[in-house]
């Protein structure tokens, strides 16, 4: 192992190796509702089942809640993103997940949370969802924004049109090896405070933490991802190739989606950070990622890198 | 002019000599068309004046002038010149005075900033962009030219001073917001698009509107029978609508924190236009 792979922060070994992402198309929900408790469940159920692109359509979370003068309406809001592998399955997700969560949603309004560059792409918001109104919806374009009207047992549902598409990053990611499960969890948790706090960013795993990390492909033919058993502690003595040593009993990991490169590199190292400032004493042994050999996803980041000790 | 001074440009200053004898019309004469040109060129463009085409040297002294786009600047009274503005895609053109008729008709895009008066028809089919008149405006602004379908269609329209009759008649689309008050027929046969009114409003004020949103900013007038109140909140789309009002401040700037009223009418043409009387 050379110098470069035995970088260790406060007795926390950090991996030399990458984390490997790719891209994928975003967007972000502003949801307001009459007051905060509602705006949250309205939120919440827009970006419930949507932990991984695998099997849910997209990768959703919440972003950051809103206070009352930064949502377009004046009232108490919550910031979604939403992340799909292509346009057109994020146009569908939103106007699935906007129809069955947000619309239905007591007292609720929807807007697009981008500006976007004027030449993005858009993709439909209350555009399609207006028809609801079976003919009753109106609309009202304000300053260049065309907003639908559609009126609902409460009062009306309010939604901008569209919203715009952009190029985003999915699948940064750490891997936080520890001593036992409770280790694992304190630290995991911690990073996620830690990288929540950061704008642009959503951890969309149950609270920003999958302990069932995959690789690519299966013995069976008929499944795209399995276990990563090169990090299953159950399989240390026994697979073909593992990761581990016997000193670590439970692996958690934390995948970041971000609008940018840059936003994805930030969670990763605050997240790192946070981890490696509870040090070894707190059960940590190493911080990993995960990769597919750098030929997969176009965005690498480089654990010591964005510790700014590359080449230590 | 001298040589030296006759320079290309894309921005130039016209100060009227004296008042045609005949309606002017300069329809056509906007910024863009005249880029690159220079003063003595400018001047050797024809209009129509009357049913003759003259130059405009024979009416406007022409210079030009240092501006970061094309821009048109007029100075005396122009309540004879006609067709300003028509059909402006861009660039920006300041009346210092008023202008006659049709001053931005068929606008896309640009600016159009009159300090004075203007006539009849102002903003008639305008598309894009935005019209600001410092005085009054004449009947039928923000409507539809005679025998057309649709009125104003887009953009800003701006009047800080009163209203003629018919304004926004048959309106589709845009905004428009009069500070003083709107004579007979406000918003008739409005067909969608946003009118905010801070003076009082003349008879018959929303006859066969079919939707779109009237804002009474100052006086609220009485509902015509043919209007229903509705009694859901409507805070949301006024929120929205109050903070994009605010910008033009004076009796719009606090709408935001009133609680408005909402009818919906003309019950006669289906119903779907609003007023919002948010005192």
Redesign the interface.
């Known amino acids: 192992m050379s110098a470069a792979a035995m970088l260790e922060i406060n007795g926390v070994v950090i991996d030399d190796t990458f984390a490997e992402a790719f891209p994928m198309k975003a967007t972000r929900l502003v949801i307001t509702a009459h007051n905060a408790t509602w705006a949250n469940h309205a939120a919440v159920a827009l970006t419930g089942f949507a932990t991984s692109v695998i099997a849910c359509g997209c990768e959703a979370g919440i972003e950051r809640v809103l206070e009352p003068g930064e949502t377009p309406d004046g009232r108490p809001g919550v910031a979604v993103l939403i992340f799909s592998m292509s346009g057109k399955d994020l146009a569908k997700q939103i106007e699935r997940r906007v129809g069955q969560c947000v619309l239905t949603c007591p007292t609720t309004a929807v807007y697009t949370g981008l500006d976007g560059p004027p030449d993005a792409d858009r993709t439909a918001l209350g555009k399609n969802l207006r028809f609801f109104g079976d003919g009753w919806q109106i609309s009202k374009v304000i300053d260049g924004r065309r907003y639908w009207r559609v009126p609902v047992m409460d009062g009306e549902f309010v939604a901008e049109e569209t919203t715009p598409v952009v190029k985003a990053v999915g699948g940064g990611n750490l891997l936080i090896l520890a001593h036992d499960t409770e280790a694992a969890l304190g630290a995991a948790e911690a990073a996620v405070v830690a990288m929540r706090a950061l704008p642009n960013v959503i951890l969309p795993f149950p609270g920003g933490v999958v302990r069932s990390g995959s690789k690519i492909g299966s013995k069976y033919a008929s499944l795209p991802a399995s276990s990563n058993d090169a990090f299953c502690p159950a399989l240390t003595p026994l697979a073909k190739r593992t990761e581990l040593s016997a000193e670590v009993g439970c692996v958690m990991e934390i995948v970041i989606d971000g609008l940018t490169d840059g936003d994805v590199a930030a969670a990763m190292r605050v997240g790192m950070e946070a981890v490696v400032a509870r040090g070894a004493a707190a059960g940590v042994r190493r911080i990993s990622a995960g990769n597919y050999g750098g030929k997969l996803g176009p965005y690498l980041y480089r654990l010591h890198a964005l510790l700014g000790k590359e080449g230590a | 002019m001298s040589p030296a001074n006759d320079r290309d440009a894309n921005a130039f200053r016209l100060r009227l000599r004296a008042q045609p004898a005949l309606r002017l019309d300069l329809a056509g004469f906007v910024p863009q068309a005249l880029g690159g040109e220079t003063p003595s060129g400018v001047a050797r463009r024809a209009l129509w004046h009357g049913n003759e085409q003259v130059p405009i040297g024979e009416f406007f002294d022409v210079e030009a002038m240092a501006a970061d786009g094309p821009e048109l600047v007029f100075e005396g009274d122009l309540s004879r010149c006609d067709g300003l503005g028509r059909g402006l895609d861009g660039g920006r053109i300041r009346v210092e005075g008023d202008v006659g008729d049709y001053v931005g008709s068929g606008m896309r895009a640009g600016e159009i900033v009159v300090t004075g008066s203007a006539g009849l028809l102002a903003a008639c089919e305008m598309a894009g962009g935005r019209l600001e008149v410092g005085g009054d405006v004449g009947d039928y602004a923000a409507s539809a030219l005679p025998g057309d379908m649709d009125g104003m269609r887009g953009g800003l329209f701006i009047v800080r001073g009163k209203a003629g009759a018919r304004f926004g008649d048959r309106m589709r689309?845009?905004?428009a917001v009069v500070f003083g008050d709107a004579g007979d027929f406000l918003a008739s046969r409005l067909v969608?698009?946003?009118i905010a009114v801070a003076g009082a409003v003349g008879a018959h004020c929303g006859y066969g509107m079919r939707?779109g949103?009237l804002i009474f900013a100052g006086p609220q007038p009485e509902p015509p029978p043919t209007f229903v109140p509705t009694g859901?909140?409507?805070?949301?789309?006024w929120?929205?609508?109050a903070?994009?009002l605010a910008v033009h401040g004076g009796p719009f700037a606090a709408l935001?924190a009133a609680r408005p009223r909402r009818f919906v009418g003309d019950l006669a043409a289906d119903g779907?236009g609003e007023w919002l009387l948010p005192a």
């Open positions: 689309r845009g905004t969608a698009g946003t939707r949103t859901h909140d409507v805070q949301v789309i929120t929205l609508l903070r994009s935001a779907k």
